[in-house]
């Protein structure tokens, strides 16, 4: 009946989730299809073309929905408020830009060709950060179709440079302060501790990121007749990076420590930061390296890492090439926590190459932007009612964590709302996000849609 | 007048080349159009064409010509034995294979389509072997068509496979000893000291080369969500790299230095190893971080070395990916001298790696083979005669200097073969060899012509 529909209890949400199941993967794979690769202007044509999808899509679901042209890519500005005034006003975050694919022959089926099997869906994207979406998407779709309204008034913002720094929205946020004002702030882009272990996500590492371009010479050099009188470029640079890390894990750039924030006990433990093993065994990562006195768990949250994302340098294909290049490169990051400031990591880094470098050796230092981390209360309403969602879905206790991962825009999206955040999301280790092979299963977009929906009835309540 | 032209004198020789210089560019753009890559396997085939037009080219010479059918990439041999038992045999070492070509966005026109500027030929192999060859063929060639014979007996060996260690010839030598028997072998693969300082090389180093692969995973990790709990295998490698030389630019991995051989000082005495820093300081070379106690020129030549000459982990394109990738990667090799056994060097490599890797991090260790050292005396004919031939065409004092180059199957050659050996050509440091927009000039091609010439008029009166 109507009524038992309505009820918003776990079982009749399920039932509505069954129903739109299929509609849900027919938008998926629509939406998966669009190859939008921030990083790399060769896919400007893309990225606009999935943010038209976005907007259609939203307008679609009865949304009011507008595009921001930001210095960048697109962002889609879309919002419900018919709640009434005494209702809060929720604001979601989420992206539809996503990683690049490289190595593209590591991937079993395309990357931007949605492939099921069973009930795992193979795409870039699969989960980071269209799957999160359109379960949410399908959420509000359905709330909204069975009883004409929400329990919250609704903004959402769906941007398409999360996975590059959010360098458009960033500088365009200012022009619509006004505009993204709420009560609270839900990001849909994080994880699970396990298949069967609920978690709310409340803390974020901030990022910075740099690439270092080498040069020895203006051309490559013959190894043999040049061997013993250039220094290499190559060498250089593992010499160079080499000196960022001890023995003990812990990164060597002066100052990198200086303004690190340190959990209260309190705050500590209320967090669950052990390390589930098993995705890590399975794929037979080698744990180890990490920042001495810090379990894995620790290291990977509430820890800044400097880690090299990229190097090349000379020849790198099949046989061998006796060569000593002209360039070598690598690319850097760290992930930073409360207190580290990117502009003063990254200068810090800056002044430490160039200190380091042999004589002579040129160098030219890209910087990729930056974000600070953000840790959010466990005592605000949106935190408890999301918390009580995943208990409910999950029929068990939930527990608080953090990521180690960073959404940039979050801290300044945050303050621009005025919102209390919170973040949520069933991804899992073993989804390979930012790697090939990226999947999800639908038993998860399930569980994703029901928290969702039981999070709107609980926080249009409280 | 006929006289006039085989008087064997300079002028005649330059007057012979003038004449036959069209043919020859006609030739030399036909075989730079091969391309002859031998480390790649995806031109197995174009190698196959290029040997067949070697083959054909010396047959048309009126040379008796048999394929070698090696376990790699074929080599042509071709002889010309009429000169009578009285007179000594000659055996010239070629080959007719390149350097891979990356990166290729570096070259200003495309690397297998030779293009002529001025006196210039751009095109990869314009100089290394192919353009060597080429004036070696023309002045054989032009010797016969004067005369009917030459004043020595000839055996030529153009193999294939002398950028990738030789490996197919280095195996299939031994079935064919018995045929390449001489007085003398020459090799014109190598350069002067200076557009007007001629020099005979009488050393060459040995090479060793090793592709190093890490893997920290499986899969490529978030280095949000992983960085504090994998060890990264791009910093595996650098630290590991970093550890291969210390500040004082020696060779970290023990035993390296133990077998190196030293010059007397006679020796030394008679050789030119000062470094002529102008075409370095053309290219904005680092000149830095060579063993200490040795001078560029020593360092390059008559010391031993250890290159990167290829770095890869991780994503190195456009803007930013922020992965700990799955794998890295590293292609080293290192240039020996006489006394180090390449077999030895690359298990005393292997060696330091596993012992300095972090526990648990997989590596995988490609030998794509070595060759020793050679150094030869400057008191045979062979080089007395070079030497003569130089100071002629150059009309000044000739020099002898070694080279920090290897060709890897000379130690081999020269042992089956019985000959004194010693090495020529007019290569320069600026013809960006192995290097992109490789080039050579016809005044060069002129000048090698006439000393190939002149060499063998005068090693037929020894």
């Given at each position: 009946?109507?009524?038992d529909?309505?009820?918003?209890?776990?079982?009749?949400?399920?039932?509505?989730y069954?129903?739109?199941?299929?509609?849900?993967?027919?938008?998926?794979f629509?939406f998966?299809?669009?190859s939008?690769?921030?990083?790399?202007?060769?896919?400007r044509e893309?990225?606009?073309?999935?943010c038209?999808?976005?907007?259609k899509?939203?307008?679609?679901?009865?949304l009011?929905?507008?595009?921001?042209?930001?210095p960048?890519?697109?962002?889609?500005?879309?919002?419900?408020?018919k709640?009434?005034?005494?209702k809060?006003t929720?604001?979601?975050?989420?992206?539809?830009?996503?990683?690049p694919?490289?190595?593209?022959?590591?991937w079993?089926?395309?990357?931007?060709e949605p492939t099921?099997?069973?009930?795992?869906?193979y795409?870039?994207?699969?989960?980071?950060?269209k799957?999160?979406?359109?379960?949410?998407?399908a959420?509000i779709?359905?709330l909204l179709?069975?009883?004409?309204?929400?329990p919250?008034?609704?903004?959402?913002?769906?941007?398409?440079?999360?996975?590059?720094?959010?360098i458009?929205?960033?500088?365009?946020?200012?022009q619509?302060?006004g505009k993204?004002?709420a009560?609270?702030?839900?990001?849909?882009?994080?994880?699970?501790?396990?298949?069967?272990d609920p978690?709310?996500?409340?803390g974020?590492?901030g990022?910075t990121?740099l690439?270092i371009?080498?040069?020895?010479?203006?051309?490559?050099?013959?190894?043999g007749?040049?061997?013993?009188?250039v220094?290499n470029?190559?060498?250089?640079l593992?010499e160079?990076l080499?000196?960022m890390?001890?023995?003990?894990?812990?990164?060597?750039i002066?100052?990198?420590?200086?303004d690190?924030?340190?959990?209260s006990?309190?705050?500590r433990?209320?967090l669950?930061l052990?390390?589930?093993?098993?995705?890590?065994?399975?794929i037979?990562?080698?744990?180890?390296?990490?920042e001495?006195?810090?379990s894995p768990g620790?290291a990977s949250?509430i820890?800044?890492?400097?880690?090299i994302?990229g190097?090349s340098g000379?020849?790198?294909?099949?046989g061998?090439?006796t060569v000593?290049?002209a360039?070598?490169?690598?690319?850097?990051?760290?992930?930073?926590?409360?207190?580290?400031?990117p502009?003063?990591?990254?200068?810090?880094?800056?002044?430490?190459?160039?200190?380091?470098?042999?004589a002579?050796m040129?160098v030219?230092?890209?910087?990729h932007?930056g974000?600070?981390?953000?840790?959010c209360?466990?005592?605000?309403?949106v935190?408890?009612a999301?918390r009580?969602a995943y208990?409910e879905?999950?029929g068990?206790?939930c527990l608080?964590t953090y990521?180690?991962?960073?959404?940039?825009?979050?801290?300044a999206?945050s303050?621009a709302?005025g919102?209390?955040?919170?973040?949520?999301g069933?991804?899992?280790m073993?989804?390979a996000?930012?790697?090939?092979?990226?999947?999800?299963?639908?038993?998860?977009?399930e569980?994703g849609?029901?928290?969702?929906?039981?999070?709107?009835?609980l926080?249009?309540q409280k």
């Open positions: 009946t109507r009524d529909e309505m009820d918003g209890s776990i079982e009749a949400l399920r039932k509505l069954r129903e739109g199941e299929e509609e849900l993967l027919r938008e998926y629509e998966l299809r669009f939008s690769i921030s990083a790399d202007p060769a896919h893309d990225i606009r073309e999935c038209g999808w976005v907007e899509t939203l307008k679609a679901m009865g009011d929905v507008e595009v921001w042209e930001t960048g890519h697109p962002a889609v500005f879309a919002t419900h408020l709640a009434g005034k005494d809060p929720v604001l979601i975050y989420g992206h539809y830009d996503v990683q694919v490289d190595p593209l022959e590591a079993s089926s395309p990357p931007f099921q099997r069973g009930r795992e869906v795409a870039r994207g699969a989960v980071d950060d799957g999160q979406l359109i379960y949410t998407f959420a779709r359905a179709r069975k009883t004409g309204s929400l919250v008034n609704l903004k959402v913002i769906i941007e398409g440079e999360e996975e590059n720094k959010s458009g929205l960033s500088s365009y946020l200012p619509v302060a993204v004002k009560d609270y702030l839900i990001i849909p882009d994080f994880g699970i501790l396990g298949r069967n978690a709310v996500t409340l974020l590492r990022l990121a690439t371009e080498l040069e020895g010479a203006t051309t490559d050099l013959h190894s007749m040049s061997g013993g009188i220094y470029p190559n060498r250089a593992v160079l080499a000196k890390h001890g023995e003990d894990g812990r990164v060597l002066p100052g990198f420590y200086d690190v924030a340190t959990l006990k309190e705050e433990s209320s669950s052990d390390l589930k093993r098993e995705g890590y065994d399975a037979k990562a080698v744990i180890a390296g990490q001495s006195g810090f620790e949250t820890r800044p890492t400097l880690e994302n190097l000379g020849y790198s294909g099949p061998f090439k000593i290049p360039h070598s490169m690598a690319k850097i990051s760290c992930r930073l926590v409360p207190g580290q400031d502009e003063k990591i990254n200068k810090a880094i800056t002044d430490f190459i160039k200190k380091t470098l042999p002579g040129r030219k230092i890209t910087d932007g974000a600070p981390a953000v840790w209360s466990a005592k605000t309403p935190a408890q999301l009580e208990s879905v999950f068990k206790p608080f990521s180690g991962g960073s959404v940039p825009i979050t801290s999206l303050e709302s919102a209390a955040t919170a973040f949520f069933v991804g899992l073993e989804d996000v930012h790697a090939p092979n990226e999947r999800f299963d639908l038993d998860r977009m569980l849609f029901l928290i969702v929906a039981r999070f709107f009835n926080i249009g």
